[in-house]
Nanobody
Framework: QVQLVESGGGLVQPGESLRLSCAAS????????MAWYRQAPGKQRELVAR???????FYADSVKGRFTISRDNAKNTVYLQMNSLKPEDTAVYYC???????WGQGTQVTVSS
């Protein structure tokens, strides 16, 4: 059974940082491409970043240069370091295994002064 557990969200002020974590189980983690998505109220879920098994990364234009995705295969965990946060980054953030229909419960990120 695939499980994805996100953590690390919270309420921060603009310009501050957060690091999200997603612990995965039930998959061969090191062999899979992992991704972070987000969904803001009233909007569709969108891809934020992904990282392949070979550590190739992709970022949405809106977060390029501010967010960094990484993975620790020994811990079956994918991270999203978010710097210089903006109010428009406010959303529920989800991790996923690319190509598989599983989602975690999400973690809320709120950026507000």
């Amino acid at each position: 059974q695939v499980q994805l557990v996100e953590s690390g969200g919270g309420l921060v002020q603009p310009g501050e940082s957060l690091r999200l974590s997603c612990a995965a189980s039930g998959i061969i983690f090191s062999a899979n491409t992992m991704a972070w998505y987000r969904q803001a109220p009233g909007k569709q879920r969108e891809l934020v970043a992904r990282i392949t098994a070979y550590l190739n990364t992709f970022y949405a234009d809106s977060v390029k240069g501010r967010f960094t995705i990484s993975r620790d295969n020994a811990k079956n965990t994918v991270y999203l370091q978010m710097n210089s946060l903006k109010p428009e980054d406010t959303a529920v953030y989800y991790c996923s295994v690319v190509g598989l229909p599983y989602w975690g419960q999400g973690t809320q990120v709120t950026v507000s002064s």
